[in-house]
């Protein structure tokens, strides 16, 4: 769900990488990554199993600087294609304001694809959302293999709706930043559209640092030709009335939310050190909910990933905490909310 901060002059949508188990979503993640400039990421969390699947989601946040005069933050997931993890999809689609519906390219996934396509659409109704009015791009993906589907083939069984779709190869990143950039639009339309992006006034003297490898046609100054283009919308309002949430207090058990939007505001902010004092401090009750006993043994009950949470911990100790740091700290945080959820937890009574 997007968030706009306006006395930060911030916009942050989450945007969702969507499809069947092994049709690349992690790979054009990784691509994403390798392609936006260092100053403009924060760190590729993957959450990978022994043989790497993805197991929860992969986490990439990722500023686009000027979007009129709004900065943009984008949180990049992933979700697990693996059919049994459903729940896990279910939660990172939660608060979604896009998805990019990765499709796997080889003969043999074609069931599989369109299972995906059937299931993104049901998990989205349960939330009240409508797959055709919803912000989605294809990718037609691993083009390269000698025994590809033909695009019009794919086309027929994956986009009745006629939504931009590409040919992509993420293993070498052919495409990739295509369907992105229309992703971008789309969100940005939709956002507009439900008047959640606010006023921008263009200002032609500002710089325009690349994201892309193409200098000419970079991400954000294609992001800001649209914003400047587009009318001028009415003043900023919440959809439906309520506060947005942002991509880690989505997850939230209903108890935490709060500190967890805090969390976010502070990083929406650029207050890095209140982010990550922020994040521990919810951790800490969080992980309260699995009984009273040492933070170890918490994390192991819930099944979290004990390196993360020690990593997130000696990271806040070492002080001067920076953007990796509190994007870390925020995605341990959404790992805790995701097991808490799996696990029941807190119970109605707690
Ligand atoms: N030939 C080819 N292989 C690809 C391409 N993109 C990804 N792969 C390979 O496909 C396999 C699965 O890629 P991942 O990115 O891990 O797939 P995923 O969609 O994240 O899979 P799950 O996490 O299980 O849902 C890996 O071996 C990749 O190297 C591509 O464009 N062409
Ligand atoms: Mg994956």
Redesign the pocket.
């Known amino acids: 769900m997007s968030t706009v901060n306006v006395m930060a002059r911030e916009i942050a949508a989450k945007i969702v990488?969507y499809?069947?188990?092994?049709?690349?979503?992690?790979?054009?993640?990784?691509r994403i990554y390798e392609t936006v400039k260092p100053s403009l990421r924060g760190e590729l969390m993957t959450l990978?199993t022994e043989a790497?699947?993805?197991?929860f989601f992969?986490f990439l946040p990722v500023r686009v600087e000027r979007v009129g005069d709004y900065a943009l933050r984008l949180a990049l997931y992933?979700?697990?294609?693996?059919v049994f993890?459903n729940a896990t999809r279910k939660l990172v689609l939660q608060g979604s304001d896009g998805v990019v519906f990765?499709a796997?390219?080889n003969p043999g996934a074609q069931d599989a694809n369109r299972e995906s396509m059937a299931n993104l659409e049901e998990n989205l109704a349960e939330q009240g959302i409508a797959l055709d009015s919803f912000p989605l791009v294809i990718q037609f993906?691993?083009?390269?293999?000698g025994n590809a589907v033909p695009v019009a083939q794919m086309r027929a069984l994956l986009n009745k709706r006629n939504v931009p779709d590409f040919e992509?190869?993420?293993?070498?990143g052919?495409g990739v930043l295509d369907a992105m950039k229309a992703m971008i639009r789309l969100v940005i339309k939709d956002l507009r559209a439900r008047k959640i992006v606010p006023p921008s006034k263009p200002r032609p003297s500002a710089p325009t640092p690349s994201l892309s490898k193409d200098s000419g046609a970079s991400l954000e100054s294609q992001v800001q030709e649209h914003l400047v283009q587009a009318p001028a919308p009415e003043p900023a309002a919440p959809p439906h009335g309520k506060p947005a949430l942002g991509p880690v207090a989505a997850l939230a058990p209903a108890a935490l939310i709060d500190p967890a939007r805090v969390a976010e505001m502070y990083f929406a902010q650029g207050d890095f050190e209140g982010c990550v004092r922020t994040c521990l401090e919810t951790l800490q009750r969080g992980l309260a909910f699995a009984g009273e006993s040492s933070i170890a043994h918490q994390s192991f009950l819930l099944g979290l990933n004990g390196r993360d949470v020690l990593d997130a911990y000696t990271r806040s100790q070492r002080g001067a905490s920076n953007i990796d740091d509190a994007s870390f700290a925020l995605f341990v945080l959404a790992q805790l909310f995701v097991r808490l959820t799996q696990a029941g937890l807190p119970s109605p009574e707690q």
């Open positions: 990488f499809g069947p188990g092994l049709s690349g979503k992690t790979t054009t993640l990784k990978p790497d699947r993805t197991l992969d992933t979700v697990p294609g693996q993890y990765v796997d390219s993906n691993k083009r390269d293999l992509t190869i993420a293993m070498s052919d």
